[in-house]
């Protein structure tokens, strides 16, 4: 029984926990259901993404069930600042990513796994754009040209599209590598990008 | 100015919705946001996902913006067998479908295009698991092998994830190939599915 836990805020964007939240609670179908995955905000206040989705979250910082698995995502630059410096937000990473086995991020949800602390003198990856950045923030290093990098129990990926990938890797670690290919069966993950070539229209 | 309209039910798998809207969101962000991408619903209730993931609607039935691109996702099997038995869905799907420039579909969603009509004496994509039972409806080819189907303004994808892939090929057919490139550099869609190989672990 695995529990996932999903930190969502305000300016979240919708597919950097949509992804991995698609491929854990997929996972957990194909187990019997026996794992759980929760969304975790603030308060109990709707949660309006970058995109403008908003998303109800199940439980607060102070009442959710220990996790096994703590996935932070990026978002919108602004409000991973704001939250960069929010005492409650960091200390709440923190501490929950201490307490779990496993701290993930992805994209520029990597800033608040290092604002908070659990990424210090780590490897990571992240947004692109931002990879200059973040590793001017100083005690980390950031791994290019790496789709998600796993440096103990902290797992990060690149942005938005990554984090299926990265939890993908990750149940598979959990339950086997049958199981994860089963998951990719089942959600048909046998990606097709369009334009990869230049032909008549 | 596009403008997008995704259909959201009880049940409702949660990629087939966030994959397309990532994409159909992060183009407008790319062309100064001058297009739209909202949630439909019957009423204004929180939507429970099929993986439990509650979203709240932008709009209702009777109260959307003219739609270029409808969007019809799939979801779990027994809410889609009521909503085929359900003559408001079915109507809105069709009086919708006949409105907008695009008609498209992920997943199980090719079964209510059908039931509806849009797709009848259409080439179709669906589910791996339901091809067959789709095609066993009549008056519909499906199309296996193939990750989307193209037909006229009817446009339809395989399984969960294959609505990422959908969604970039038309935003390029809306927008232009380089816009279609450009976003998805922006959502780093670049895919490294694990444990495509057997490796020492």
């Known amino acids: 029984m695995t529990t996932y836990g999903i930190l969502i805020f305000d300016g979240a964007e919708e597919l950097d926990i949509v992804g991995p939240w698609e491929v854990f609670t997929f996972s957990s179908r194909r187990r019997d259901r026996v794992d759980t995955a929760v969304l975790i905000a603030q308060n109990l206040d709707p949660v309006k993404c970058n995109q403008g989705m908003r998303v109800l979250p199940d439980h607060t910082f102070d009442d959710h069930p220990p996790l096994d698995v703590l996935l932070v995502p990026g978002g919108a630059h602004s409000r991973i600042e704001a939250l960069m410096a929010d005492p409650a937000v960091l200390d709440w990473i923190k501490r929950t990513a201490a ?9 520029t949800g ?3 796994m290092h604002a908070a602390g659990p990424s210090r003198g780590r490897r990571v990856a992240t947004e692109r754009p931002l990879e200059d950045e973040l590793e001017a923030r ?12 796993v440096d103990g129990n902290l797992l990060s990926s690149q942005g938005v599209s990554a984090g299926i990938d990265m939890a993908l890797w990750l149940i598979g670690r959990l339950h086997g590598r049958d199981h994860a ?21």
Chains 1, 2 share one sequence.
């Open 110 to 112: 990597a800033f608040l």
């Open 138 to 149: 100083g005690d980390i290093t950031v791994v290019r040209d790496a789709r998600y990098v």
């Open 99 to 107: 307490q779990s086995d496993w701290a993930t991020s992805v994209c």
């Open 181 to 201: 290919r089963d998951v990719m069966s089942g959600i048909q993950y046998e990606p097709a990008p369009p334009y990869l070539a230049d032909e008549p229209l």
